[in-house]
């Protein structure tokens, strides 16, 4: 069973453009969660799809953004990039019913503004 | 709310020496309990997960970890560590449903001397 993907690994953006990451979930997942890695603030939620439909979400500006597709692929997007947004961006998909609390994580994208 | 606490930024050890990684957790019912570790530059790796049970949990790589609901913790253990152990360790917690998103600490950053 192939794990989740995220693409692209390595993204440079300048400050004050927007760009989109890519995350595939695992096979028969229908939760897709993106998460927020920086060394001074850890692990931050950014939000999660279901279904396609936002189910949960983190405390971020409206700069960010995701969708889900109906194949449960999930795309997030980032519009006026900051300086400050430079992160590893990770992608985690769970399974559905009680066990649902698992995450699987992506490699993930590390994304450096300039 | 759920939380998580590792009191631990930053853990030094022998190569072969034991290890044991503290985790505290906030959670008004049974939790379910998560360790993983990350690599740098890579995701998140599930080693193990508490959902009920046998308090004494195995995971993978010789790992283990210890639920104990009177101390709300659930401590990291591994017998005797190896060089290939060094990466980041997360405790995270969560709740029966998937609708429930897991809460992850902070992070303990293990380093192995030779």
New interface residues.
């Given amino acids: 069973k192939a794990g989740?993907t995220?693409t692209p690994r390595y993204l440079i953006k300048t400050r004050g453009q927007q760009v989109t990451l890519s995350c595939s979930p695992i096979s028969g997942h229908r939760?897709v969660?993106w998460y927020q890695q920086t060394p001074g603030q850890?692990?931050q939620?950014l939000f999660?799809y279901?279904s396609e439909t936002q189910?949960?979400k983190g405390n971020f500006p409206g700069r960010f953004s995701g969708r889900q597709f109906s194949n449960s692929r999930s795309e997030m997007n980032v519009s006026t990039l900051e300086l400050g947004d430079s992160a590893?961006y990770?992608c985690?998909s769970?399974?559905?019913?009680?066990?649902?609390?698992?995450?699987?994580?992506?490699?993930?994208t590390?994304l450096t503004v300039v | 709310a759920q939380s998580v606490t590792q009191p631990d930024i930053h853990i030094t050890v022998s190569e072969g020496a034991s290890l044991e990684l503290r985790c505290n957790y906030s959670y008004g019912a049974t939790p379910y309990l998560f360790w993983y570790v990350q690599s740098p530059g890579q995701g998140l790796q599930l080693l193990l997960k508490y959902f009920s049970g046998d308090t004494l949990v195995q995971g993978i790589k010789g790992f283990e970890a210890e639920f104990k609901r009177s101390q709300s913790s659930f401590n990291l253990r591994k017998p005797s560590v190896h060089w290939s152990d060094a990466a980041e360790y997360f405790c995270a917690v969560g709740g029966a449903g998937g609708s429930y998103i897991p809460t992850f600490g902070r992070g303990t950053s293990l380093i192995v001397h030779p």
């Fill in positions: 989740v995220q939760s969660s850890g692990l939620f999660e279901f189910r949960n590893l990770l985690a769970r399974p559905a019913g009680d066990r649902g609390t698992e995450a699987f994580f992506g490699q993930g590390r």
